[in-house]
T-cell receptor
Framework: GDSVTQMEGPVTLSEEAFLTINCTYT??????LFWYVQYPGEGLQLLLK?????DKGSNKGFEATYRKETTSFHLEKGSVQVSDSAVYFC????????????FGTGTRLQVFP | DSGVTQTPKHLITATGQRVTLRCSPR?????VYWYQQSLDQGLQFLIQ???????AKGNILERFSAQQFPDLHSELNLSSLELGDSALYFC????????????FGPGTRLTVL
């Protein structure tokens, strides 16, 4: 069935380091793909999304490209800040084009000064 | 601030008890979703309501029920509570159906002792 797989955390980086958090998916068709972020003590916020193959979603310096060939949607940021410390979730609607979201297990990012 | 409010923030109760979690969606949003976030199960979709009617069901136990009222607020009722029900319960809302961005509330942390 449809699923999302994320790299396990925690990911620990120094400020200004390059970030990649891997996400791969299994899905019927070509659903929209999402990255959500959960800051400590808060609910989830939509970080970025891509609605079709080769789309690049971007927000707050984060980017992710919808790769149909590799069924991936890896999250990247060129220079992380301490304020980026949070848990990041990759998600997709399940089944294809419904309102239900399935989430990856989440990847905790810790950025140190 | 997403505009979605949840009460209470924290709930501590005993096994076998019943609790009610409340959610007010963003102004104008017709769809409400409930999610459970636990350490062992991750973030899981429970149920969705749209304009007062149940629209989709996920991994919701029979001991759990929900409803959406005419003023569009929603309640999640959890009964015969077990230790394993301890989790963060999130409510989210979206404008309509057919996949729109979901806005998450800050969550209710339930602890069952």
């Amino acid at each position: 069935g449809d699923s999302v797989t994320q790299m396990e955390g925690p990911v620990t980086l120094s400020e200004e380091a390059f970030l990649t958090i891997n996400c791969t998916y299994t899905a019927t068709g070509y659903p929209s793909l999402f990255w959500y972020v959960q800051y400590p003590g808060e609910g989830l916020q939509l970080l970025l999304k891509a609605t079709k193959a080769d789309d690049k979603g971007s927000n707050k310096g984060f980017e992710a490209t919808y790769r149909k060939e590799t069924t991936s949607f890896h999250l990247e940021k060129g220079s992380v800040q301490v304020s980026d410390s949070a848990v990041y979730f990759c998600a997709l609607p399940l089944p294809y084009n419904t309102d239900k979201l399935i989430f990856g297990t989440g990847t905790r990012l810790q950025v140190f000064p | 601030d997403s505009g979605v409010t949840q009460t209470p923030k924290h709930l501590i109760t005993a096994t076998g008890q019943r609790v009610t979690l409340r959610c007010s969606p963003r102004s104008g949003d017709l769809s409400v979703y409930w999610y459970q976030q636990s350490l062992d199960q991750g973030l899981q979709f429970l149920i969705q309501y749209y304009n007062g009617e149940e629209r989709a069901k996920g991994n919701i136990l029979e001991r759990f029920s929900a409803q959406q009222f005419p003023d569009l607020h929603s309640e999640l009722n959890l009964s015969s509570l077990e230790l394993g029900d301890s989790a963060l319960y999130f409510c989210a809302s979206s404008a309509s159906v057919g996949f729109n961005e979901q806005f998450f509330g800050p969550g209710t942390r339930l602890t069952v002792l």
